[in-house]
């Protein structure tokens, strides 16, 4: 079973970056076939998929985030993190981590992380 959580901060100013971190057990992010994903739901939205990350190191991006989106991974931590930069309140969200054995399919997920972007 595998099983995933997010890390990171609550608050972060306008026009800072925010780093997230996800946390995985029960499998491995390098072995495992699996996309790692990043998944976020704004205040009153729905679920808006950001970007993952494949068992082999490649990536994909949301195009409307793609410009100010990075997503890297430590496997010696059996970790996967999200960089978002220059942060506004639209950015306010709460934040998943999730995998699945499709970008667009999750059997996994954190159970997610409240960002709130305010000065």
């Known amino acids: 079973q595998v099983q995933l959580q997010e890390s990171g901060p609550g608050l972060v100013k306008p026009s800072q970056t925010l780093s997230l971190t996800c946390t995985v057990s029960g499998g491995s992010i390098t072995t495992s076939y699996y996309y790692w994903s990043w998944i976020r739901q704004p205040p009153g939205k729905g679920l808006e998929w950001m970007a993952a990350?494949?068992?082999?190191?490649?990536?994909y991006y949301g195009p409307s985030l793609k410009s100010h989106t990075s997503i890297s991974r430590d496997p010696s931590k059996n970790q996967f993190s999200l960089q978002l930069s220059s942060v506004t309140p639209e950015d306010t969200a709460v934040y998943y981590c999730?995998?699945?054995?499709?970008?667009?399919?999750?059997?996994?997920w954190g159970q997610g992380t409240q960002v709130t972007v305010s000065s």
């Open positions: 999730a995998s699945g054995v499709t970008v667009d399919s999750y059997d996994y």
């Open positions: 990350m494949t068992t082999h190191g490649y990536t």
